[in-house]
C-alpha cells in the first residue's frame, strides 16, 4: 500500500466546509496561539458560530485573523484537511446585523448540538439579566485543503 497526497480543489474545499459542523478554531494574541473545538455552519463564504465571552472572543476581537480546520478520517490511512484562513466579525444584537445573526442562528439550529461548545463553561457563571451569548462570523480570505488516501 502506498500513500498518495493531494491538494483540494477550490470547490471541494467549499463543498467540505458546508457539509461540515465541527471544527477548530485558531486565534493569536500578542503572539501566543489558541485553538479551540467549535460547532459552525458554512454558507457562502462565512462560517457561523456562537459563543459566551471569553478569552476566544477577547482575542478575535483583539486580532480578528483567524482560521477553522475541520477533517474527515473515513477510513485508516485516508484522510481530508480543509483550512479556512478569514477575518473574525462580530453580529451585534444592533440593527445593523439583525438580518444576518437571525440568518446564522437559522444556519446552526439546523444541528441539534449547535449551541453545546459555545454555550458551556466549565465553572458556573452568574445569571445575567441580559443574553451574553454571541453570534459571529468567519469571513473567507482563503482556503486550501488536501487528501490523503491508501492506494494498492
Known amino acids: 500500500m502506498t500513500m498518495v ?4 480543489s477550490h470547490a471541494e474545499c467549499l463543498a467540505m466546509l458546508e457539509g461540515s459542523h465541527y471544527g477548530h478554531l485558531a486565534c493569536c494574541n500578542d503572539g501566543q496561539p489558541y485553538v479551540v473545538p467549535l ?12 459563543s459566551m465571552p471569553g478569552r476566544k472572543i477577547e482575542w478575535m476581537r483583539q ?3 483567524v482560521c477553522l480546520q475541520v477533517e474527515e478520517s473515513p477510513s485508516k490511512g485516508s484522510w481530508k484537511s480543509v483550512v479556512l484562513n478569514g477575518r473574525f466579525q ?6 445593523a446585523w439583525h438580518e444576518e445573526r437571525l440568518h446564522a442562528w437559522s444556519l446552526l439550529a439546523k444541528h441539534f448540538d449547535w449551541w453545546e461548545v459555545g ?3 466549565p465553572v458556573d457563571v452568574p445569571l445575567a439579566t441580559a443574553s451574553s451569548h454571541l453570534f459571529y462570523g468567519i469571513y473567507l480570505n ?11
Not at 497526497?5 to 483540494?8: A, C, E, V
Not at 462580530?90 to 440593527?95: A, F, H, K, R
Open 39 to 50: 460547532y459552525f455552519a458554512f454558507q457562502a463564504r462565512v462560517a457561523y458560530s456562537f
Open 142 to 152: 482563503d482556503v486550501s485543503g488536501r487528501i490523503a488516501m491508501q492506494v494498492d
Open 119 to 121: 454555550s458551556l463553561k
Open 5 to 8: 497526497l493531494r491538494n483540494m
Open 63 to 65: 486580532n480578528p485573523k
Open 90 to 95: 462580530e453580529l451585534t444584537d444592533t440593527d
